[in-house]
């Protein structure tokens, strides 16, 4: 499908817009279709966004397809997805969009989805690509350029520091793909500004393990600057530490994802950005690549590699505004 085609149907399917315009194929095109949607950390706000977003789609959509969603409770139950994905493949779904706890855990599980001629895809976080490689697969990624997105917002950061200053890393699950390339573009932007990196510690996408995490950074080293956090759960976790340690004012702090629950403390400048990454796209860019692929009888191996979803860095100057791309 080409990008602007699938653009079109994407916005208007998020606005509810397409309803009246449906299109109706053949009898046989999509009869009993269903396409699974696999989450983690379904409690979260970016993963029930990701969730409405899909059930806004599938009402919309422009080719007629059965929703399961399912997902787990916490972000690092690779085990409790694998399982799902093994359920799933035994209900023998026609497709299966995945937003993997762990990049290489759920590599052998996909590979089982692909060898049953299942449309298998990641959203949000991408497999391993070497994992893939040895499991002889191709699993798509939807998501955004998470090193570019990282960079965007560190580099925003980086005009506010001195060459010399210290910060720290807040990094997600650390055998998730999307952490590590966000931790490598705020090393890429604090590399370029000269700003030395003194401590990096997982928070695992968490609000209290982020907490414990920055409060740690901040008793290690008095005199930091700043606290880079790889998702916005993380950086109120941190926003909450430097409270705690009377440093507000004193030490920035950055997010990733534009929850709700984060734009408050941006206006009061108690964060100073974070990213949007619109989790609303990326389930539905996945839920349509998969519908089109069924539609027109692609198999894995002629679907994209990397289908990218837009990102916006999100400040007190925007804050307010949609900023949909």
């Known amino acids: 499908m080409p990008d602007e085609k699938r653009r079109r149907v994407v916005i208007a399917s998020l606005l509810g817009a397409i309803g009246a315009a449906r299109t109706h194929t053949s009898s046989g095109a999509t009869r009993n279709f269903t396409i699974a949607l696999v989450l983690k950390g379904l409690p979260d706000a970016y993963t029930q966004t990701m969730i409405a977003a899909a059930k806004v789609f599938q009402a919309h959509a422009p080719y007629p397809f059965t929703l399961l969603v399912q997902g787990v409770t916490g972000e690092t139950d690779s085990d409790g997805q694998i399982r799902l994905v093994d359920a799933l493949i035994a209900q023998r779904v026609n497709a299966i969009v995945v937003a993997p706890a762990d990049s290489r855990a ?21 497999l391993d690509a070497d994992a893939l490689l040895a499991a002889g697969i191709r699993v798509p990624y939807v998501g955004p350029d998470d090193r570019r997105a990282a960079r965007l917002v560190g580099d925003y950061l980086a005009h506010r520091l001195r060459p010399g200053d210290r910060v720290g890393i807040i990094e997600g699950v650390h055998s998730a793909r ?72 004193r030490v920035l702090i950055t997010g990733f994802n534009n929850d709700d629950a984060i734009k408050p403390l941006i206006k009061k400048g108690q964060v100073l950005a974070t990213l949007d990454q619109f989790a609303a796209k990326q389930a539905v860019y996945g839920l349509d690549e998969a519908m089109q692929a069924h539609v027109e009888q692609q198999t894995q191996d002629d679907l994209s590699d ?4 837009p990102v916006v860095l999100v400040t007190k100057d925007n804050v307010q505004a949609g900023h949909a791309p």
């Open 306 to 309: 990397f289908i990218e979803t």
């Open 106 to 126: 759920l590599v052998p599980a996909a590979r089982r989805s692909v060898q049953q001629r299942i449309l298998t895809l990641a959203i949000d976080n991408p």
């Open 178 to 249: 999307n952490a590590q390339e966000r931790n490598a573009g705020y090393r890429d932007a604090m590399q370029a500004a000269h700003v030395e990196i003194v401590a990096i510690a997982p928070g695992d996408w968490e609000y209290g393990k982020a907490r414990l995490a920055a409060a740690a950074m901040l008793a290690a080293h008095p005199g930091i600057r700043a606290l880079l956090c790889a998702n916005d759960n993380m950086a109120r976790g941190a926003v909450d530490a430097v409270r705690a340690a009377q440093l507000s004012g």
